[in-house]
C-alpha cells in the first residue's frame, strides 16, 4: 500500500499572501491531482500532471500555480488569498481509474 | 455548469434501512461512474463504481443501479449502519480522457440514526 501526505494540514494566511501546498505520494503513480472542497459544492479541480513536469488546468485554475518537479511531489500555490476564504485541497493520485486522496490541508484567510 | 448533480445535500435514515442516493449527469461521454465515500477529517475513498455498458453493480451492502437513457444513477446502500454516515460523493469520466478527468458531485451528507 501507499500513501499520499499532504503538509501543512492547516493553514492560516493573511488576505494577498501567497502560500503554498505541499503533497507526496509512494504509490509511484503518473497522474497526479490537486482538487478543492468547498462545504456544498463537491470537489472541483484545480490542476493536474500526467507525468513529471506535465501541467494541465483544471475548471478552477484562475488564481493558482502549480508545479511537478519530481513524479512524488506536487505543489500547489494560491497566488494572493482572499480575505474570508476558507477550503480544503485535496491532493491525488491515480492507478488506472482509482483515486486515492489524501487527507487535505485546510486554508483559512484571516 | 454543474456536470453531475446530487439531488440532496443531505438524508437522514434509521439504521436497518436502505439509504438511497440519486445522481444525475449531462455529458453523453461519460463512462465511468465512481462513488466515494468520505468521513470527516479524511480524504474521499474509493466505494464502489460502475461502467456504462452496465446497468448494475453490487458490492456487499452497496448497489449502483445505472440508466443510461435517463442519464442518471443512484447508490443504494442496504441495512444500513451507523458507520456509514458519512460524506458520499458521485462522479463521472469519459474514456476518452483515460480517466484523467473526473468530475464530482456536491456530495451527499448521509446521518444513519440507531
Known amino acids: 500500500g501507499g500513501i499520499i501526505t499532504q503538509t501543512p494540514k492547516f493553514l492560516i494566511g493573511q488576505e494577498g499572501q501567497k502560500l503554498t501546498l505541499k503533497c507526496q505520494q509512494n504509490f509511484n503513480h503518473d497522474t497526479m491531482y490537486w482538487y478543492r472542497q468547498d462545504s456544498g459544492k463537491g470537489l472541483r479541480l484545480i490542476y493536474y500532471?500526467?507525468?513529471?513536469?506535465?501541467?494541465q488546468k483544471g475548471d478552477l485554475s484562475e488564481g493558482y500555480d502549480a508545479s511537478r518537479e519530481k513524479k512524488s511531489s506536487f505543489s500547489l500555490t494560491v497566488t494572493s488569498a482572499q480575505k474570508n476564504e476558507m477550503a480544503v485541497f485535496l491532493c491525488?493520485?491515480?492507478?488506472?481509474?482509482?483515486?486515492?486522496f489524501g487527507k487535505g490541508t485546510r486554508l483559512t484567510v484571516v | 455548469q454543474q456536470q453531475v448533480r446530487q439531488s440532496s445535500q443531505s438524508l437522514t435514515v434509521w439504521e436497518g434501512e436502505t439509504a438511497i442516493l440519486n445522481c444525475s449527469y449531462e455529458n453523453s461521454a461519460f463512462d465511468y461512474f465512481p462513488w466515494y465515500q468520505q468521513f470527516p477529517g479524511e480524504g474521499p475513498a474509493l466505494l464502489i463504481a460502475?461502467?456504462?455498458?452496465?446497468d448494475k453493480k453490487e458490492d456487499g451492502r452497496f448497489t449502483i443501479f445505472f440508466n443510461k437513457r435517463e442519464k442518471n444513477l443512484s447508490l443504494h446502500i442496504k441495512d444500513s449502519q451507523p458507520g456509514d454516515s458519512a460524506t458520499y460523493f458521485c462522479a463521472a469520466s469519459p474514456a476518452s480522457s483515460s480517466f484523467s478527468k473526473l468530475v464530482f458531485g456536491q456530495g451527499t451528507s448521509l446521518s444513519v440514526v440507531p
Open positions: 491525488a493520485s491515480r492507478q488506472n481509474t482509482e483515486v486515492f
Open positions: 500532471s500526467i507525468t513529471e513536469n506535465d501541467l
Open positions: 460502475i461502467r456504462s455498458v452496465s
